[in-house]
C-alpha cells in the first residue's frame, strides 16, 4: 500500500465487543495516529486506555513475516500444499472427525465465514470452535433455551435510558469502560439512576455503585431465581405478557419457590436484608437492563445462571423496550461475528442449529456442498482432550494461544506438542503457542485487514486495511481459501475478496427466511466492492428489501443508526479545514458526535420519536434495534422458554486447598499481551502478574503486601506478587489471566484451572477453582531497567514489561544466589562502559549502573525486602543524558535528587500520571476528579482510572482529617 499523501481511515478497535469506531491517522512520512470515531454509535469519540494505544502496538518487532515449516522459511506454495495435503492424508484415512480447527473471535467475519464453511461444509465435520467458547457460549445456550436463537434483545442506547442498570459479574470500568463512561455521563444527567454491582471483588465499577453486594462464587443462579421468586410473591409480575409471550411460567416459580430468603442468603453469602433492597429495587424499576459478564458465564452452572435472568425479565416483561433487557457485554471484537457465522461447534451457519436437519439441508445447499456436518463437534475443552488422546491427529490453530488461555492449560500445552501435525496461523513469531506449530503462517495484524465485526449490540461495522501487509503475511480468509483449493474444493472458494464473502455471508441470511430467524442481512446481499468500502455501522436484522440496497454506497437507514449523510470511510487530512479540532475521547459533557437528549445522530427530533415507535418488537423490520418487547420470538410457537433453575451448590475447596480461586482482567492489557504487551504506556499501570488477597487471609498465611507468593492447585502453581486489599472477597483470591512465559517467568494462571465445564455450554469454569497460597521463599527482591530486552533471565521469579527506551524487570531470588553474578547476567560482565555499584553485604544490598557513553544501559537494584525505588523515576532514566558524575550517581540512589518529582505509581496511562502526583494535587487543594482533570489531565481521555483517582482523594481526604 502506497502511502503518498496524510490520511484519515475509518476503521474499528480489535480489542473488547464494544466495537469503538476509531479514526487511525497515517501521515505521509507512515506515522500512525488515532482518535475515536465522534460519529461511531458504539463510542461516540470515546476510546479507553488500550484503544488509545493502538497505533503503539503496531510495529513489526516480533512480527511473523514469512511462512515457516519446522522453523524453516519457506514459501506459500510449499507451505500450503502440506497443509492441504496432511489435512486430506488425514481424513482419508481416519475421517472427518481426525482434524480440528480452533479459531477465535479476534478473527474478522469474512475470515471465520471461510474457515467454518470449509470445516462443516466440505470436510464435512463439525470440529471447530473457537476461544470464544471462553467468554460468552452460557449466554448463547441461555439464549437459544429461552428465545430459541442467539438473539440480544437490546441496544447500548438502554443503558442511558435505564433507571436502573445491574451489573452482574462485570467489571465494565476495565474490561468495557467506554460503556462504564457511558453509564456515567446518563448518571451525571440523571442522578436519579440507581446501579447496583453483583460482584465478589469490590471492583473500581464499585465507584459507580449505589449497592455492592459482594456475592460468594457461583451464587448468582440463586440470587436470581430468588428474585423470581420475591417478584411472584409480591405482585410485580406482567401477567398480560407471561400469558401472552411464554410458556413454562409455573414451573419455573415452582423450582423458584424452593428456596426461601435464608437459604438465599446462605447460597449466596449476602444478608437478608441486602436481598431484600436489591430485590425491593429490582420489582419497583420497570426501566431496568441487566447487564452480565465473565462472572456469569464463566461457571459450570453458567447457563442456568443466565436463563435465571433472562427468567426475571421474561416475568416482568422488562425485554425489548427502551431501557430493558438482559445484556450479555461479549470480550472480543467479534465473538458476536463468530455466532453469526456458526463458528462455535454446535452451531451452523448464520443461526441455524446443526442438530436441526431441515437447516443443514438448508446450508448444503445454499454452499453446494459435498457434506455437512451432521452432530455437534468438540466443544474447546473436549477438543483439546481429543488433540491428547489422538482423536484428532491435525490441529490448525488460528488467531488465538491456547497454551494461555485454555484450562488445564499445561494439558493443553502437552497435547499440542504431541499432536503429530500442527498449524498456527498468527502474527507472531514468538508465543507460547506458535513455539510447538510444524507449520507457521503469516497473518495480516489489525491495520492490515479488511473486513468486519460485529459487536454486543448486533451493530456491524467495518474494519478497514490502512497500512501495506509486511513481508509475506495474508489475510486469514485467503489463507483458508487457499489450502480450501488445494483441497479440492476451489469452485466453492474463489472468492477474490473479503466483499465478495461478506455478499455471501449476508445472502446465506436472507435464504429461505422470510422472518423465520432472527439474523437476516439480506440487504448487503448485493453488495459489491464499492458498497463494502462505504458501508456504514448498522444494527441487524437488516433483510433484503424490493428497494435499491442502498443509494451512492450507503445502506438503507435504520431506525437512526448513522447520519442520512455519513462521513467518507477514508479521508484525505489536507481536504480538513485548518481551523477543525481533532479531538480526543471527550469526557466532559456530551460525546462528540452525540446530540443533545439522546437524539440518535441524523434524525430530527420528530423522526426520533417515529424512529422510536418503529423500533419496539417489530424485528421484522428492517429499522428494528430492539427484540421481543411484543413477542416474536424464535420458538416453534413464537413464545419464550421460561427455564426452571435449581441452583446447586458448588463447594470445591477443602483442607489442602482452602481458597476459591478466581481468575480475569486487568485494565490495560488484553487476553495474552500479544498486542498490549508492545505498548510501554499500557504496561505501565500493573507490570507484573499478582493476586488480590484479602488482609484476613494475608495474615491468616503470614503473607506481607509485596511479597512473592506462590498460587496452587491440584493442577499447577505460579509465582505473583501479593497485592493485600480489601477490595478483595475473603476466602478467595484474584489473579489475572494476561502474563505468559514470554513476558513472566510462572505466571500461567489458566494452568492451575480444572478442566470443569458447564453441561450444556461447554464453557469452563474459570472464577471458581480450589487454591491455596504460601509466601515464597525470596531472599533477594530486585528490580531492573534495561535498555534492551535480556536474552534469558536467570531468576527464580520474574515478570519484564515494556518502557519508554528500554523494559522494566521485576525479580526475585532464592536463598545461594551470587547477586553480582546475577547482576553481571543481565547487564553484560564484559559490555564497554562505566559501571557504578553500591554493595552492602552484610545488609544485602546492592545496587549497579551500566553506562553506555552518556545513556544508561541498565540499571539493578536487589534488597532483601521488596525493593523501594521509584519505578517510573528509574525508568524516565533510560532516556535522560546521564553525562553528570551527580546524576549517575543518583541513579545508584535509586531517587531523584534535589526537588525532581517522583510519580509514584502510574494511574493514568494516557498522560502517564502516578499516584505521587495526584495526592500532592489533593494536598494543594484538588478534591474532585475534575479538578484532578483540569490541574494534571488525568482521567481526561478514557476515563478508566476516574475511580482509582477518586480513591486516592478519598485515601488522602481521611488522612488529613485524621
Known sequence: MKIDEAREVRTTCPYCGVGCGVLAKVAADGEVTVRGDPDHPANFGRLCSKGSALAETIDLDGRLLYPEINGRRTGWDEALDLVASTFSRTIAEHGPDAVAFYVSGQLLTEDYYVANKLMKGFIGSANIDT???????????????????????????????????????????????????????????????????????????????????????????????????????????????????????????????????????????????ELVRFYSLFAATAKTVTVYSQGVNQSSSGTDKVNAIINCHLATGRIGKPGTGPFSVTGQPNAMGGREVGGLANMLAAHMEIENPEHRGRVQRFWSAPAIAEKPGLKAVEMFQAVADRRIKALWIMATNPVDSMPDADAVEAAIKACPFVVVSDVLAKTDTVRHAHVRLPAAAWGEKDGTVTNSERRISRQRAF???????????????????????????????????????????????????????????????????????????????????????????????????????????????????LPISPLAGEMAGRPEGGVQAGLSSEEHVQAGRRLEGNASSPSTTRFFANGGFYTPDRKARFIAVRPTAHIRTSPDYPLILNTGRVRDHWHTMTRTGKSQRLSQHLAEPFAEIHPLDAHHFAIGDADIVRVSTVHGEVLVRALVTARQRPGSVFVPMHWTDQFSARARVDALVAPITDAISGQPALKNIAARVERFAATAFGFAVLAERPASIDADY?????????????????????????????????????????????????????????????????????????????????????????????????????????????????????????????????????????????????????????????????QAAE
Open 131 to 273: 476461544n470464544s467458547r471462553l467468554c460468552m457460549a452460557s449466554s448463547v445456550a441461555g439464549h437459544r433455551r429461552a428465545f430459541g436463537s442467539d438473539t440480544v434483545p437490546g441496544s447500548y442506547e438502554d443503558l442511558e435510558l435505564a433507571d436502573l442498570i445491574v451489573l452482574v459479574g462485570s467489571n465494565l470500568a476495565w474490561c468495557h469502560p467506554v460503556l462504564y463512561q457511558r453509564i456515567a455521563a446518563a448518571r451525571e444527567k440523571r442522578p436519579e439512576m440507581k446501579v447496583v454491582l453483583i460482584d465478589p471483588r469490590r471492583t473500581m465499577t464499585s465507584d459507580l455503585a449505589d449497592m455492592h453486594l459482594a456475592i460468594a462464587p457461583d451464587g448468582d443462579a440463586a440470587l436470581f431465581t430468588g428474585l423470581l421468586a420475591y417478584l411472584g410473591k409480591n405482585d410485580a409480575l406482567d401477567r398480560a405478557y407471561i400469558a401472552a409471550h411464554t410458556t413454562g411460567f409455573d414451573g419455573a416459580i415452582a423450582a423458584a419457590s424452593a428456596l426461601d430468603l435464608a437459604g438465599i442468603a446462605a447460597a449466596t453469602g449476602l444478608g437478608e436484608d
Open 467 to 581: 497500512l501495506a501487509t509486511p513481508g509475506e503475511a495474508r489475510a486469514d480468509w485467503w489463507i483458508i481459501a487457499e489450502v480450501a483449493k488445494q483441497m479440492g474444493f476451489g469452485e466453492a472458494f474463489s472468492h477474490a475478496s473479503p466483499a465478495e464473502i461478506f455478499a455471501e455471508h449476508a445472502a446465506l441470511s436472507a435464504f429461505e427466511n422470510d422472518g423465520a430467524r432472527d439474523f437476516d442481512i439480506g440487504a448487503c446481499a448485493g453488495a459489491d466492492g464499492e458498497d463494502y468500502d462505504a458501508l456504514v455501522p448498522f444494527q441487524w436484522p437488516a433483510p433484503s428489501q424490493s428497494t435499491p440496497l442502498w443509494p451512492a454506497g450507503h445502506l438503507p437507514r435504520k431506525g437512526g443508526d448513522q447520519p442520512s449523510s455519513w462521513p467518507s470511510p477514508v479521508v484525505s487530512v489536507a481536504e480538513r479545514a485548518p481551523s477543525v479540532k
Open 798 to 958: 520474574w515478570s519484564l514489561a515494556r518502557c519508554a527506551a528500554g523494559w522494566r524487570l521485576e525479580f526475585a531470588l532464592t536463598a545461594g544466589r551470587d547477586c553480582p553474578v546475577f547482576a553481571a547476567s543481565l547487564l553484560g560482565a564484559d559490555a564497554v562502559g562505566e559501571t557504578l555499584a553500591y554493595h552492602d553485604v552484610a545488609g544485602g544490598h546492592y545496587r549497579f549502573a551500566r553506562f553506555a557513553g552518556s545513556r544508561l544501559a541498565g540499571a539493578l537494584y536487589l534488597a532483601p525486602k521488596p525493593v523501594a525505588v521509584s519505578r517510573s523515576w528509574a525508568v524516565e532514566q533510560l532516556s535522560a543524558d546521564h553525562a553528570d558524575r551527580r546524576g549517575r550517581l543518583a541513579i545508584v540512589a535509586g531517587r531523584p535528587g534535589g526537588n525532581r518529582v517522583d510519580r509514584g505509581a502510574i494511574v493514568c496511562s494516557c498522560f502517564g500520571v502516578g499516584a505521587n502526583q495526584i495526592a500532592e494535587a489533593v494536598r494543594g487543594g484538588c478534591v474532585s476528579v475534575e479538578a484532578i482533570g483540569a490541574t494534571l489531565n488525568a482521567g481526561t481521555n478514557c476515563g478508566s482510572c476516574r475511580a482509582e483517582i477518586r480513591t486516592i482523594i478519598g485515601a488522602r481526604r481521611l
